[in-house]
């Protein structure tokens, strides 16, 4: 997809600072550090719509970027080892939680993981999370540009095992640096938008 135009409409810190619209969105989910900034930023085509930082735990909010005024992208904050405060953490997940489990605007989540690393404890509490509550998912391997192809295929399928994905469920390997995956992972998006 090409993007024209892309806009930060919202940054919700409570339920009430949702957006009150009809547009599909495309939420994005996973570890802090996992590359989540630099997906967004390379599916958009852009540098610096997603902020990329080098202490993880930067993302606070929920913050809803309209894409070309037809879908958007929905940047949640990343689990695991951010660097903020526990009561912080516990404040997000509530949210976090209303908007993946009740949202109807939610087409599907995207589902981070580091490809180079066997699933933490968080990520497989999330993708159970995500099966149980009947999330649409689709579930990434980043920073695939890190191993080779064959490492890459050994980890992708050591991720599936782990996350207990069944053979239906897209795991797509990707790599912000070289754009690999890039169109793979836009025309996923394109066929949850048309369900």
Request: charge should be positive; proline fraction near 4%.
């Amino acid at each position: 997809m090409k993007i024209k135009t892309i806009e930060l409409k919202a940054s919700a810190f409570n339920k009430n600072d949702f957006p009150r619209w009809d547009v599909p969105e495309i939420s994005f989910l996973g570890r802090s550090n996992v590359g989540k900034s630099s997906l967004i930023n390379t599916l958009t085509g852009r540098k610096n719509i997603a902020r990329i930082s080098s202490t993880p735990g930067k993302t606070r909010g929920l913050y809803f970027y309209l894409l070309n005024d037809k879908i958007c992208f929905v940047d949640l904050p990343g689990y695991g080892y951010a660097k903020v405060s526990k009561t912080e953490r516990q404040r997000w997940a509530p949210l976090i939680e209303e908007y993946l489990s009740v949202r109807p605007n939610l087409a599907i989540c995207i589902h981070l993981v580091d490809c180079r690393h066997a699933p933490s404890e968080d990520d497989r509490l999330m993708a159970a999370w995500l099966r149980h509550h009947q999330v649409a998912t689709l579930t990434v391997a980043t920073k695939a540009d890190k191993l080779s192809r064959s490492a890459a295929a050994k980890q992708t399928a050591m991720i599936r095992k782990e996350l207990e994905l069944d053979q239906e469920s897209i795991l797509l390997p990707f790599s912000a640096r070289t754009g690999s995956g890039r169109d793979q992972l836009w025309q996923a998006i394109a066929a949850s938008l048309s369900r």
